[in-house]
T-cell receptor, first 115, second 110 residues
Framework: QQQVKQSPQSLIVQKGGISIINCAYE??????FPWYQQFPGKGPALLIA?????SEKKEGRFTISFNKSAKQFSLHIMDSQPGDSATYFC??????????????FGKGTLLTVNP | NAGVTQTPKFQVLKTGQSMTLQCAQD?????MYWYRQDPGMGLRLIYY???????DKGEVPNGYNVSRLNKREFSLRLESAAPSQTSVYFC?????????FGDGTRLSIL
């Protein structure tokens, strides 16, 4: 049973455009929602994360929007650049709480930004 | 600061061979994790260690064993490798959140 559903699987945008990736989760006990960025041949690296007490978090060109009632969150990349081309994973977990801070990942979105 | 270091980076095995993947972290984190990444499947948790001396199964533990050697090191062992275990394996560590990942071991089993 997949607890975090991510879409789309792949996304192509033009340089300067907006990239949007969506995720939905099922477990209402989750209270930590990170996005990881992965370049070929590298491990995933934390890009930005949000907790459900806020509806939006922005860091530079990257914004997470969070809808607690719908159990959905999304990543927006403004002014997308070719260097943003990577695979993006959403995830969900508990921030603290013993063994319950295991991350559950979405299946990933391959983003290609054309110059 | 190296972060999470995985060895080896690449390995080819024959079916039935055994192998241990090594992982070490220098961030003094209590928790460590092993994931596998397959195309279109995201990252799936194999085993994790919430603290030194404890290990627990994740989502896909069959065919694997782990050892938390000390606070720094967490190894993953394939006792009898199967072609279905061809994958990229990632180790991660954390003190609560976020998790920090190594650059992976690319394992092919023929």
């Amino acid at each position: 049973q997949q607890q975090v559903k991510q879409s789309p699987q792949s996304l192509i945008v033009q340089k300067g455009g907006i990239s949007i990736i969506n995720c939905a989760y099922e477990n209402t006990a989750f209270d930590y929602f990170p996005w990881y960025q992965q370049f070929p041949g590298k491990g995933p690296a934390l890009l930005i994360a949000i907790r459900p007490d806020v509806s939006e978090k922005k860091e530079g060109r990257f914004t997470i929007s969070f809808n607690k009632s719908a159990k959905q969150f999304s990543l927006h990349i403004m002014d997308s650049q070719p260097g943003d081309s990577a695979t993006y994973f959403c995830a969900a977990s508990k921030l603290r709480g013993g063994s319950n801070y295991k991350l559950t990942f979405g299946k990933g979105t391959l983003l290609t930004v054309n110059p | 600061n190296a972060g999470v270091t995985q060895t080896p980076k690449f390995q080819v095995l024959k079916t039935g061979q055994s192998m241990t993947l090594q992982c070490a972290q220098d961030m003094n984190h209590n928790s460590m994790y092993w994931y596998r990444q397959d195309p279109g499947m995201g990252l799936r948790l194999i085993y994790y260690s919430a603290s030194e001396g404890t290990t627990d199964k994740g989502e896909v533990p069959n065919g694997y064993n782990v050892s938390r050697l000390n606070k720094r090191e967490f190894s993953l062992r394939l006792e009898s490798a199967a072609p279905s275990q061809t994958s990229v394996y990632f180790c991660a560590s954390s003190e609560y959140q976020p998790q920090h990942f190594g650059d992976g071991t690319r394992l092919s089993i023929l």
